[in-house]
């Protein structure tokens, strides 16, 4: 049995993210993350380890540092991947 906190993200016509953090009652495995999301009537799922969630932070941090300067080249960010 998992256990965990339960956020979503997003609007009816545009789609939403839902985002669980599962923690096993058993302790069978390790904490992870589970991304559903959902768009026109069709829903993803994945499931996110610790590093893979550590990466996604990192990616969607530097996709609002871009989108707050307006996409102009960051500061100390000569490399992007």
């Known amino acids: ?13 545009t789609g939403w993210i839902s985002v669980q953090l599962l923690t096993d009652k058993f302790l069978r495995r390790d904490l992870a993350v589970k991304l559903d999301v959902s768009r026109t009537g ?23 540092l871009v989108m707050m300067t307006k996409g102009q080249p960051l500061e100390g960010c000569h490399e992007h991947h």
């Open 1 to 13: 049995m998992h256990h965990g906190l339960l956020r979503t993200i997003g609007r009816e016509r």
């Open 42 to 64: 069709a829903t993803e799922s994945v499931l996110l380890s610790r590093i893979q969630l550590d990466r996604l932070i990192y990616e969607l941090t530097y996709a609002r």
